[in-house]
């Protein structure tokens, strides 16, 4: 439960992604993906912010660097302790922020329960879902039930951004293709989609993808999809 303070903000000793141990490339990532997502979307004192699947609140320190208005922000995850660290001390930075522990199964992250959770929010309720690296730990019945979750919480013309691994010319769904990005450790890894399947499971279930920008996350070569509710 320790946090260590740099410059003005709390950053976890022990990351679960081992690949941002540097406080500064620790920020700068999610500084990368809000610069990114505010080309198609616009922050507003209102805006109201899902972060499903928000680790240690990564974004959260980078709203705060950037000093990016919103109005209520959800953190959302299966790991329970990430969960009770970011209530600890990312919530001291006002009370707009909030984070529930949702315990639902993944085969690499919570397999001590035995299925998914539907969201405990209600319809229509949030702006922007947030998702970083998230549909790369999940097979496909997974992803789509959280899609349509997702469609259901997000207001109309609601944004949903994604990153995941996704290749053309690939199977539809593999969970860690062999020689890919290095070894892979364990149960959902990596999971790699087919590019047109994995846009067409947005397409089919009540969003219009806006923008596919392949590998844009060069830190670990995922692409990113932003879809509008419609």
């Known amino acids: ?95 707009k922020i909030k984070f529930i522990h949702l315990p639902a199964f993944n085969a690499r992250y919570n397999r001590g329960v035995e299925t998914l959770q539907q969201l405990p929010f209600e319809k229509n309720s949030f702006d922007l879902v947030f998702l970083n690296s998230v549909f790369s730990h999940m097979l496909t019945d997974d992803v789509l039930f959280y899609i349509e979750e997702f469609q259901a919480v997000l207001k109309a013309n609601g944004i949903l951004y994604v990153t995941a691994f996704v290749e053309e010319k690939v199977p539809d769904c593999e969970e860690n293709p062999k020689n890919y990005l290095g070894e892979s450790v364990g149960k959902l890894h990596r999971v790699r989609f087919e590019k047109q399947f994995f846009l067409n499971l947005f397409e089919e279930n009540g969003f219009k993808v806006e923008i596919f920008a392949p590998q844009h996350i060069s830190r670990t070569k995922q692409s990113v999809i932003i879809a509008r509710k419609i």
């Open 1 to 95: 439960m320790k946090a260590i303070t740099y410059k003005e903000f709390y950053l976890p000793t022990f990351r679960e992604n081992q690949g941002l141990s540097d406080n500064e490339v620790y920020l700068q990532s999610a500084v990368e993906q809000i610069n990114h997502l505010s080309e198609y979307f616009d922050f507003y004192e209102s805006s109201s912010i899902l972060d499903f699947g928000c680790g240690q609140g990564r974004l959260v320190n980078g709203l705060k660097l950037m000093r990016t208005q919103f109005g209520s922000y959800f953190g959302v995850d299966t790991h329970y302790k990430s969960i009770k660290w970011c209530n600890k001390w990312i919530t001291k930075y006002g009370t």
